[in-house]
């Protein structure tokens, strides 16, 4: 499980430290730094299939992740107890030069693993081919696998086809079909537990059905004409699938006729318990469409899985004072921009008037009372 995690100069973060729970959720106003915490967690987990330099070129431009006004390096870290140890990951990016091809791009980057039962305890990996499972094979074999999520609905509701071994659920939630119908086959049992916990959250779903369905892609064609290359497309039609919904009142309701929240929960719960069997869920907009009284609901299903998978972390978003009721105060992470990339971070137990407090609001109300500007006066308070 990530305890703690630090970001220097990486993208809106210029020197930010914020420690975790098993289920976290983090708040604040639009552009303080949410989102980012979350993709800087998914780019560390990452390390455990690539290399550095796959890391940071392969997925974006390198140079997106660098504060705006700062200069190399650019460093990610981590604290996790994996097993009985307490371990640390740090990366660290200390230039990049652009070439005209991947291969010809240099890139200079030391990623450390500091473990306890190595001395001296830290070990630089090579960008270009190394990976850290063969530096820490130790370590990255407890390492947490992540999954990302920012969900869009008619993305979870479109038909799919997925054309490799075994489907993945995108960020926005493609492919969920492919998904679905890989698990009836593969792990009926896990697709069970998904139908009985979305049907926990909306009590009115019967039945979920995954059927075949063509799809039509538009696909890229070179031909030469004259003897010269010619890019062209074609429509090309293959089987894949599609999700209906069976309700109390209704039955066979496709996927995209459904209601934004009830898609959320079922995409959520598939990420969950599907193929890539996440240890460390991020999940972004927690609250997204969903009623008052169903983001309660899907976080109590939450809170379930957590107890049934004891390796299972989950850190969120959200906007939701109502979310936020369902949460115990130590969970809940503010954070507050106080000046251009100077972002804060604090728990909500932090607030000096807390434990005046806590018997009296919970912690969606005590939240929308105080704000996020005395994190800022915590923090130079604490400043050396």
Known sequence: ??????????????????????????????????????????????????????LFLEFGDAHQWLSRGKSWPLELEMDADMGSASTRLRICVEGIVPGPTFAETHCTIRV????????????????????????FPEFA????????????????????????????????????????SYMTG?????????????????????????????????????????????????????????????????????????????LLVLGILTAMLGPQEPRLLLLDDLDRGLHPRAQGDLVGQLRKLLAQYRNLQIIATSHSPYLLDHFKPHEVRLLYEASPGDIHCAALTEHPEFDRWKDAMRPGEFWSTIGEQWIAELAGQHAP
């Open 1 to 54: 499980m990530i305890r703690k995690a630090k970001f220097k100069s990486f993208k809106g973060l210029r020197d930010l430290s914020l420690t975790f729970e098993p289920f976290t959720v983090l708040v604040g106003p639009n552009g303080c730094g949410k989102s980012t915490v979350l993709r800087g967690l998914d780019l560390l987990t990452a390390l455990k299939f690539m290399t550095p330099k796959q």
């Open 112 to 135: 450390d693993a500091t473990l306890p039962y190595h001395n001296p305890p830290a070990k630089a990996l090579s960008s270009d081919t190394e990976r850290l499972a063969e530096a």
């Open 141 to 180: 074999a407890q390492m947490p696998s992540s999954v990302r999520l920012g969900l869009i609905a008619n993305q979870l509701a479109e038909p799919s086809y997925f054309d490799g071994p075994t489907p993945y659920l995108q960020f926005d939630g493609g492919f969920l079909p492919s998904v679905l």
């Open 186 to 262: 593969s792990m009926p049992e896990a697709f069970r537990a998904v139908e009985d916990s979305v049907r926990a959250i909306v009590p009115t779903l019967k039945r979920i059905r995954v059927l075949p369905a063509q799809i039509s892609r538009r696909e890229p064609l070179d031909i030469q004409v004259e003897g010269k290359p010619v890019r062209h497309e074609r429509v090309q039609a293959y089987w894949g699938h599609r999700v209906l919904l069976d309700f109390d009142s209704a039955s066979d309701i496709p996927a995209r006729e459904a209601s934004e929240g009830t």
